[in-house]
């Protein structure tokens, strides 16, 4: 009896290590989340205001434009590094041609944004050149690109009510980045879970050769990601630009790869490929930002701590999520 | 024979368990090119493998030159003079010929490299392999047979005593085998004992002097391939006694092209590519299962690839139905109505992470899609159909494809090709790997299916499958179509007899005696 009982519960326990490994990415970065919320919504003073909430979730906002492409591009097993570039792009692009009208200068911020992003897609798929590389380089030269565009990288400051609407308007109390977030994030859930191209997007990541053999068209496919990826990160280039009321091609987006990467990483997504979230990219984006609002406010009722141990912080995350996430043995 | 060089005796090698070398000898000869062949899973790399230290042993001992050896690393069988040369050849393509060969071990003056003796050295070593390469040249001027010559001038200047070649031509031209023979017969020449991995017989026959056949890890036997019949060689290889095809009545198959009446579901015409594929002529009628027989590298597998579009050919042409299709784009292949069922389930069937539903249906997707959005309800009524009509046994349809059994993944790769309704289907050792069950299931399918009109194309390794699955046998070797069988001809005995001598060209009687 005592023999059958012990086996029975190391095979249950053993269920469960497997249970928690695979909801691990996802309900482990919502339970992180969570947990983050509520211990500064108790301990830290002034975090749990709605005017907090809005201002947390305008701050994430760009990030989460720029990591719902990510995820794809990252679902499809490459990695698009240029997106802070391409938001400088689309920036430059945007405040140079406000003379031809406000909705003429952002659907040609938004198109070059995009033509930059099938670029890669084109290298990436038609020269069988890493995605690593190749976006590399597009963060290089994108860069140097928007200062060009921007007349050597001036700070063009300017005065369009209506652009600047895209980023500092609000709908009720809802500032206008956040309903523009919210509702790609509901466009990139409802792409990954109702198209083909979604499954189209998993089978290349999952089995490439597979996928091929199977009729998917591979190049198509790869070049839509990394344009949509280009769109996704000129829009937050836009946001961010009319947030500021001018268009800063040396700053716009500087390093923001990085925290769109980090986002779609503890959100769950496999670096892999074949695997992604959508909702987990958005509670990895969220898991960072409220980590850095705390701590800039004074968390649990201490002095604002300095930004570098919010850094660290943000790194043990990390760690810890791609640790929960390794491939499993057998 | 003249004085061994190496000798190989019990060599035993277990995996996990699984034993894939058991007790097996080799014993190579000075200046002799022995032959080393089997099927897959034989244990002919393991082998090598051992031989050259990449792999220690479980049992077993090595003696070189009749002292006991123990390799504990690739290098140290190259300090004392056991290479391998692979094909994929692992050189820097920036460096030169000369830096290549010595690697490693350049030859140093007052601690800087000796360039002027590393370049002659070098060219006296090509010039006496019989090879016109500039040591100079960079590598990666020189295309790829030159290339894996200096990969082998690098095993030479070891002071080789044993070289492997493992499917040393594979990526070569005709007229770059011939450059490569001369080299072999340099080496001979020089004393070194060489092993030599081929699928190919031709190739065995041209330049080895004896062979030793490995089946499932065991040792089959070592033979003077001069007075070894090619049928001798294939029933030694695939494990049949030659007594047993020797019974039956019927003589040779009589060689035909022409398919039983009327215009064919599918004719490719004269694929060739390279030395892979030959000018090979297949064709299908509907309702039709034609086996496609050869042995391991034959062509059986390019000769799908080519007419599914997955791979790109020199020359030839596919029709369906009298139209052509375009070659080398699976996409047409597929609307037009060809299914291709691969023989490397995990590397180019499964996608891993995906649910058996969306694995069932990615072939079928267009269809599924109206303005890019997928109507789950028709996906849903597609992947309850096939998964019953099939017997898929999964816990739901969402669970992960890679959590099925072997057979259970074949089927839901059968239905994703089953489900778009094909005119022609095309079966890449459809039962490889998996149990009992699912193969009767499998086969009985697709025997029903053949019966409503599909056309099928059946490779298969397994003789008695092509024997009571198939209403004609296309054998394959080398590359080209060696002969066909049909109807009562079709048995173990006339498949080998085939593989080992039919030949469309010169047409031998093969029953001896």
């Known amino acids: 009896m005592e023999t059958t009982a012990t086996v029975s519960t190391t095979r249950r326990s053993g269920n469960l290590t497997s249970r928690l490994g695979d909801f691990g990415p996802t309900y482990g970065a919502l339970f992180a989340l969570v947990l983050l919320v509520v211990a500064n919504a108790i301990f830290t003073p002034y975090f749990a205001t709605l005017s907090n909430l809005w201002n947390v979730l305008q701050l994430v906002s760009a990030t989460v434009l720029v990591a719902v492409g990510m995820t794809m591009v990252i679902a499809t097993g490459g990695i698009d590094l240029s997106v802070g570039s391409?938001?400088?792009?689309?920036?430059?692009?945007?405040?140079?041609?406000?003379?031809?009208?406000?909705?003429?200068?952002?659907?040609?911020?938004?198109?070059?944004?995009?033509?930059?992003?099938?670029?890669?897609?084109?290298?990436?798929?038609?020269?069988?050149?890493?995605?690593?590389?190749?976006?590399?380089?597009?963060?290089?030269?994108?860069?140097?690109?928007?200062?060009?565009?921007?007349?050597?990288?001036?700070?063009?400051?300017?005065?369009?009510?209506?652009?600047?609407?895209?980023?500092?308007?609000?709908?009720?109390?809802?500032?206008?980045?956040?309903?523009?977030?919210l509702a790609v994030v509901a466009a990139g859930i409802f792409i990954m879970r109702a198209t083909s191209f979604g499954r189209y997007v998993l089978a290349i990541g999952g089995n490439e050769a597979a996928a091929r053999l199977a009729g998917v068209k591979v190049h198509r496919t790869k070049i839509a990601v990394y344009a949509f990826s280009g769109l996704l990160a000129g829009l937050?280039?836009?946001?961010?630009?009319?947030?500021?009321?001018?268009?800063?091609?040396?700053?716009?987006?500087?390093?923001?790869?990085?925290?769109?990467?980090?986002?779609?990483?503890?959100?769950?997504?496999?670096?892999?490929?074949?695997?992604?979230?959508?909702?987990?990219?958005?509670?990895?984006?969220?898991?960072?930002?409220?980590?850095?609002?705390?701590?800039?406010?004074?968390?649990?009722?201490?002095?604002?701590?300095?930004?570098?141990?919010?850094?660290?912080?943000?790194?043990?995350?990390?760690?810890?999520?791609?640790?929960?996430?390794?491939?499993?043995?057998? | 024979m003249s004085q061994t060089v190496l000798r190989m005796q019990g060599i035993t090698k277990v995996f996990n368990n699984v034993p894939a070398l058991s007790g097996v000898d080799l014993e190579l000869a000075r200046g002799e090119v022995h032959a080393l062949v089997g099927e897959n899973g034989a244990g002919k790399s393991t082998l090598i493998k051992i031989m050259t230290g990449a792999y220690s042993r479980d049992a077993g001992t090595i003696t070189l030159e009749g002292k006991h050896v123990d390799f504990r690393s690739p290098q140290d069988a190259q300090a004392v003079g056991v290479v391998a040369v692979y094909q994929e050849v692992n050189l820097?393509?920036?460096?030169?010929?000369?830096?290549?060969?010595?690697?490693?071990?350049?030859?140093?003056?007052?601690?800087?490299?000796?360039?002027k003796r590393m370049n002659a050295d070098a060219a006296a070593l090509l010039k006496s392999l019989g090879l016109e390469i500039d040591p100079r040249a960079t590598l990666g001027s020189l295309n790829i047979a030159l290339r894996q010559m200096v990969a082998l001038a690098r095993g030479v200047s070891f002071g080789a005593k044993v070289v492997v070649l493992d499917e040393p031509t594979s990526s070569l031209t005709e007229h770059e085998v011939n450059i490569l023979y001369d080299v072999i017969r340099r080496l001979k020449e020089q004393g070194t004992a060489i092993v030599y991995i081929s699928h190919r017989f031709d190739e065995l026959y041209a330049v080895c002097d004896r062979v030793t056949i490995l089946r499932d890890g065991k040792l089959v036997g070592t033979r003077e391939l001069a007075s070894l019949e090619k049928l001798d060689l294939v029933c030694l290889m695939l494990g049949k006694r030659r007594e047993e095809l020797r019974q039956g009545t019927t003589a040779f198959a009589k060689l035909e092209l022409t398919p039983a009446g009327g215009a064919p579901?599918?004719?490719?015409?004269?694929?060739?590519?390279?030395?892979?594929?030959?000018?090979?002529?297949?064709?299908?009628?509907?309702?039709?299962?034609?086996?496609?027989a050869g042995l391991l590298g034959s062509g059986r597998t390019e000769t799908a690839r080519a007419i599914f579009g997955a791979d790109p050919i020199d020359s030839g042409s596919v029709y369906l139905e009298g139209r052509p299709l375009g070659i080398g784009s699976v996409g047409r292949a597929i609307a037009a109505g060809v299914a291709f069922l691969t023989e490397d389930r995990k590397a180019e069937g499964i996608i891993p992470d995906l649910s058996v539903r969306e694995n069932l249906t990615l072939a079928a997707l267009p269809a599924l899609t109206t303005l890019g959005v997928v109507s789950r309800s028709r996906q849903q009524a597609i992947v309850e159909r096939f998964m019953g009509r099939l017997g898929i046994k999964a816990a739901s349809a969402d669970q992960k494809i890679r959590e099925l059994s072997g057979g259970n993944q074949q089927k839901v790769l059968l239905a994703r090709w089953l489900c778009r309704n094909p005119k022609f289907l095309i079966m890449d050792e459809p039962t490889r790997g998996i149990d009992i069950g699912a193969k009767g299931e499998i086969q009985a399918l697709v025997n029903e299916l053949a019966e409503s009109g599909l056309g099928v194309l059946m490779i298969s390794s397994e003789l008695e499958e092509l024997v009571e699955g198939s209403s004609r046998v296309v054998v394959m070797r080398d590359g080209n179509c060696v002969g066909e069988l049909r109807g009562a001809d079709i048995s173990q005995r006339t498949i080998i007899q085939t593989m080992a001598e039919g030949s469309a060209s010169d047409q031998k009687a093969a029953t001896e005696g």
């Open chain 1, 86 to 181: 391409i938001m400088a792009i689309a920036s430059a692009a945007a405040a140079v041609s406000f003379g031809r009208g406000t909705a003429v200068a952002i659907l040609f911020a938004l198109l070059t944004a995009c033509a930059v992003g099938a670029f890669n897609g084109a290298l990436v798929s038609g020269f069988r050149i890493q995605p690593i590389i190749v976006t590399l380089a597009t963060l290089i030269t994108g860069r140097g690109a928007a200062q060009v565009i921007s007349n050597g990288g001036q700070l063009i400051p300017f005065s369009n009510p209506g652009f600047e609407y895209l980023g500092k308007g609000y709908i009720g109390p809802v500032p206008v980045p956040v309903v523009i977030m």
């Open chain 1, 236 to 330: 937050a280039g836009l946001v961010e630009t009319a947030r500021l009321g001018a268009s800063d091609a040396q700053k716009v987006g500087l390093y923001i790869e990085l925290d769109a990467i980090a986002a779609v990483v503890v959100g769950g997504t496999a670096l892999t490929g074949g695997r992604a979230t959508i909702v987990g990219t958005l509670i990895g984006a969220l898991i960072m930002q409220v980590i850095t609002t705390s701590f800039n406010m004074g968390p649990f009722g201490l002095n604002p701590l300095p930004y570098s141990w919010g850094l660290v912080f943000k790194a043990a995350i990390i760690l810890l999520a791609v640790y929960i996430q390794r491939p499993k043995l057998a």
């Open chain 2, 92 to 115: 820097l393509t920036f460096r030169t010929v000369a830096e290549n060969i010595y690697l490693g071990r350049e030859p140093r003056r007052w601690g800087l490299i000796d360039w």
């Open chain 2, 265 to 292: 579901l599918l004719r490719a015409e004269n694929l060739t590519r390279g030395r892979r594929l030959n000018d090979v002529t297949v064709e299908v009628a509907r309702g039709e299962i034609v086996g496609l």
